[in-house]
């Protein structure tokens, strides 16, 4: 019963392609790429460098307009953005301008919710961040990885069927992010929503991951799908295991132009 | 100066410590420094030309003197500061239009298209046109009271806030209109709620530059015919050869100015806490 579940498709994309305009010469970033999303899981896309993988995202979640394909959530098809959809950028895009409780009650605030109801559901998710104590603090006052809390913390709070996040610990320096990929584990396993994560790092991929989509270099198309389940969790990066899926992603991952 | 460096030296602090308060000292006495060599170089200015020309610059004393005798003998039943709270009463009213209609325009010319099309050549037109170049034509419709100067402020003051408060609003950085899309704000919320507080520090970058341009500006109107406020004082002092109270009038300028630089900064720190550095 929990298997049929867990294979439950919640969102499925069908040849969606994509391009980008660089100095007014268009070029593919996503070339015809399909693929299933199962409800509740750990997806990661892996990719290499800069090509094709936010602007992938953009397109699940709406901020672009795809040339080509379709996208389906729960057997129905979206056009846009839709707001069972979440994402955590990778530029934070946190608003300077608003406080820790500003940024994560925006989704609500922008949905018209009453501010005694919207606070107290962003303060569950503030607290689940563990940033509670920073409410009336601006973004600027904190470090890297609390601001990445707080954007993990305002994706949770629109409570999101699917929560994107377009790799968020890109900017991290390595030891922060060890920490917060242990945290984005034990939020997910506390708030248990499907999260598509999007990262350049083979080693995360595999430490996060149910499933691994490894995509080509531009323009980005699935070039293998992993699963990861048969690692089990919590993860050690020295199991033979998991250095075995490591090296095998590795050696098929294209070289980063 | 020996006793303050042995005491530095003996509170156990490093050579750079010791070069870091030094610069510190230093960065308090340079603007003390630069005054007095000003009041000197007045004092100087001053003596020389009296020898050579008879009156032509005052003395600092003189000016002082002339100061004074605003307060115990006004011109025309004002003193100084009330001179000063005329020429602020107009500049006051005038910025009350800029930052209601000028923040207003420069919203609807920097966020939407379509207007910004149809104003922008008109604008630029108008913005290219100096203030004081209206003074004949606002004298012919409105003759020389209250309202024709006011307007003259609002003419040569409007332009730096609606051309700030436009380059805000159509540079708002896309990151933040992206979480817009995802959190499925409407048109009006999209502008209200993300790009005009992301535009507010150049909406104060406005306030603040049309602010000083209405304080000149007020005071040039005033030169050109008024019978109160810090300009009319200027223009009845060049009208008399009353130099000392040509000097007067343009240290309140100077004064006034600096302080409602100080002041609409003080208020964008209040409105835009997060515009401070760090903590």
């Known amino acids: ?257 | 100066m020996e006793k303050i460096m042995s005491k530095i030296n003996t509170s156990n602090l490093s050579q750079a410590e010791i070069r870091e308060r030094r610069l510190e000292i230093l960065y308090k006495i340079l603007p003390v420094i630069s005054v007095l060599l000003l009041a000197g170089l007045w004092l100087l200015a001053s003596r020389d030309f009296n020898a050579a020309v008879g009156s032509g610059f005052p003395t600092p004393t003189a000016v002082w003197d002339r100061t004074i005798r605003l307060f115990t003998r006004p011109v025309k039943k004002m003193n100084l500061i009330m001179h000063a709270l005329v020429s602020l009463r107009r500049i006051g009213i005038a910025l009350a239009f800029d930052w209601t209609f000028g923040i207003m325009f420069g919203i609807l010319i920097g966020w939407f298209p379509k207007p910004r099309a149809f104003f922008s050549p008109l604008f630029d037109a108008f913005r290219a046109v100096p203030p004081l170049a209206w003074i004949p034509l606002i004298t012919l419709w409105f003759g020389i009271g209250e309202f024709p100067k006011i307007l003259i402020v609002i003419f040569g003051s409007l332009a730096s806030i609606v051309v700030n408060v436009k380059a805000g609003l159509s540079a708002v950085d896309s990151m933040y209109l992206n979480v817009g899309t995802v959190f499925n704000a409407t048109p009006t919320q999209t502008l209200l709620k993300i790009a005009i507080p992301s535009s507010l520090d150049a909406i104060f970058a406005g306030v603040r530059t049309s602010t000083s341009a209405a304080w000149m500006v007020v005071l040039a109107a005033e030169m050109l015919g008024a019978d109160s406020g810090v300009g009319f004082l200027i223009s009845r002092g060049m009208d008399s050869i009353d130099m000392p109270l040509v000097l007067t009038g343009m240290i309140a300028i100077g004064i006034v100015g600096a302080i409602l630089a100080i002041v609409t900064q003080f208020i964008e720190r209040l409105i835009c806490p997060w515009t401070r550095k760090s903590k």
């Not at chain 1, 750990?42 to 995202?57: A, D, I, Q, S």
């Not at chain 1, 955590?88 to 949905?111: C, D, H, I, K, Y």
């Open chain 1, 1 to 257: 019963m929990s298997m049929d579940k867990k294979k439950q498709v919640i969102l499925s994309l069908k040849n969606i392609s994509q391009s980008f305009v660089v100095k007014d010469e268009v070029k593919p970033a996503v070339e015809n790429v399909s693929l299933d999303v199962y409800d509740n899981e750990f997806l990661v896309v892996l990719g290499p460098g800069h090509c094709g993988k936010t602007v992938l995202m953009n397109v699940i979640a709406g901020i672009e307009k795809p040339i080509e394909g379709q996208i389906f959530l729960k057997g129905e098809e979206i056009h846009g953005n839709d707001r069972r959809i979440g994402m955590v950028f990778q530029s934070l895009n946190l608003m300077p301008w608003r406080t820790v409780m500003g940024n994560v009650e925006f989704g609500l605030e922008l949905a018209g919710m009453e501010k005694k109801k919207r606070r107290a559901i962003a303060q569950k998710y503030i607290d689940l961040v563990r940033l509670t104590g920073f409410e009336h603090s601006y973004p600027h006052e904190l470090s890297g990885g609390m601001k990445q809390r707080v954007g993990i913390a305002r994706a949770y709070t629109n409570n999101p069927e699917i929560l994107i996040m377009d790799e968020p610990f890109g900017a991290l320096d390595a030891q922060t992010r060890y920490a917060m990929e242990e945290e984005v584990l034990r939020i997910w396993k506390e708030e248990k929503r499907t999260v598509i994560f999007v990262t350049n790092n083979i080693e995360e991929a595999v430490f996060l991951a149910d499933r691994v989509i490894l995509l080509s270099n531009c323009p980005a198309k699935v070039k293998q799908v992993y699963d990861l389940s048969p690692l089990g969790r919590p993860r050690d990066l020295m199991d033979p295991e998991f250095l075995r899926f490591r090296t095998e992603i590795s050696d098929n991952t294209d070289l980063a132009l």
